[in-house]
């Protein structure tokens, strides 16, 4: 791995306040696990109490609008996340782009406005089981993601990471095989340095997501290309979210 590994935790629709006190948990391991990033993305709601607990951990949210404001009922925009403490957004995730509908091209007006708001921007991509056994999964990611990441970052590129979430792997407990992570994160690469530039297109973090546990993330995030990692389920409670970030303190020794 060559930057400090990046663990983001997506507690997705879980998590009240209740649920402060595993984020109190985990910003206190994080403390003590410095060679790690660790960041969670809780719902809207636990953006502000996060942030006002964590003293280590970066709080971010899982979606934004991609207007300023406006007559948009029910939406918040870029600026207001930003204001309730958030230092990144999850974008085009494929939950999101299957029940709501998310197209590239939204996705894309999302980062960008997630960009000028300030925020990290985490883009995720990944095929269905379908496209992977017709034998499309790399022409696919890569369509995917020339059509949603933003087409130029000047020297944003620390500001961007993308997480290769196949769909088949999450949240199915089936993680994809360390060569087939290899191989869509070498393709990730040479698309992010034909899109930015070698300088530009090198510093783009790449995450893998799905069914990433405390078991088997030694074994992915020692994996080539491989940055950190996007973690749903296992990210819900302290004890399982640190195994991994431990985990990649190890794969980080290796
Ligand atoms: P999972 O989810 O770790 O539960 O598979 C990953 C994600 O959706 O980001």
């Not at 997501?209 to 296992?234: H, R």
Request: charged residues 20%; hydrophobic residues 45%.
């Amino acid at each position: 791995m060559s930057s400090r590994p990046y663990i983001v935790g997506n507690w997705k629709m879980h998590g009240t306040r209740a649920m402060l006190s595993e984020a109190r948990a985990i910003d206190r391991a994080a403390q003590r696990h410095m060679k790690v990033e660790v960041a969670i993305a809780p719902p809207y709601t636990l953006i502000h109490p996060v942030h006002r607990e964590a003293e280590q951990i970066a709080v971010g949210a899982q979606d934004c609008h991609e207007q300023e404001g406006g007559a948009f009922t029910g939406e918040i925009s870029a600026a207001m996340i930003a204001d309730a403490g958030a230092k990144f957004v999850i974008l085009g995730h494929s939950e999101r782009r299957t029940h709501h509908g998310e197209s590239d091209a939204l996705v894309r007006a999302k980062a960008d406005a997630a960009l000028a708001a300030g925020l990290r921007v985490i883009m995720c991509c990944g095929e269905s089981a379908k496209t992977r056994e017709m034998g499309r999964a790399v022409a696919f990611v890569k369509k995917q993601l020339k059509a949603s990441l933003p087409p130029q970052i000047e020297s944003a590129a620390e500001k961007l990471s993308v997480a290769y979430e196949p769909i088949w792997a999450v949240g199915t407990g089936n993680a994809a095989t360390p060569d087939n992570i290899a191989e869509m994160h070498g393709v990730i690469r040479a698309l992010l340095v034909s899109l930015y530039g070698e300088e530009q297109g090198a510093k783009v973090r790449i995450l893998y997501g799905g069914s990433v546990t405390p078991g088997n993330a030694a074994e992915i995030l020692s994996v080539d290309g491989v940055d950190g990692a996007l973690v749903g389920g296992a990210s819900l409670t302290a004890d399982s979210f640190m195994g991994i970030a431990l985990a990649a303190t190890e794969a980080d020794d290796s």
